[in-house]
């Protein structure tokens, strides 16, 4: 079992930074391929990025390339998503998830294992 607790969230102006982070316990992520989802208000969560094993590949939503980054630190055990040039439409709960597998990611919900609680992000225009 891995456990995942994400911090980091907040209330941003328009075209600011946040840089969240997921801090996992109960086992090493170094074996798990990672992602960041949110949940709009209204919608459903939707994939955000994903980053390999080792950190070596990572994979953006078309919404998240080129502002948002995903990086992982195994020696913390955490995942982080930094996201510059916030915008209202950023606003959601984001989730960190674990996968298992020979797949380092999925973009579809059902392709994770672990799940974090959320932190909320939210932008004001």
């Known amino acids: 079992q891995v456990q995942l607790v994400e911090s980091g969230g907040g209330l941003v102006q328009a075209g600011g930074s946040l840089r969240l982070s997921c801090a996992a316990s109960g086992r090493t992520i170094s074996s798990y391929g990672m992602g960041w989802f949110r949940r709009a208000p209204g919608k459903e969560r939707e994939f955000v990025a994903a980053?390999?094993?080792?950190?070596?590949?990572?994979y953006y939503a078309d919404s998240a390339k080129g502002r948002f980054t995903i990086s992982r630190d195994n020696a913390k055990n955490t995942v982080y998503l930094q996201m510059n040039s916030l915008k209202a439409e950023d606003t959601a709960v984001y989730y960190c998830?674990?996968?298992?597998?020979?797949?380092?990611?999925?973009?579809?919900?059902?392709?994770?294992?672990?799940w974090g609680q959320g932190t909320q992000v939210t932008v004001s225009s």
């Open positions: 980053i390999s094993w080792s950190g070596g590949n990572t």
């Open positions: 998830a674990a996968k298992i597998g020979s797949s380092w990611y999925s973009t579809p919900v059902v392709g994770y294992d672990y």
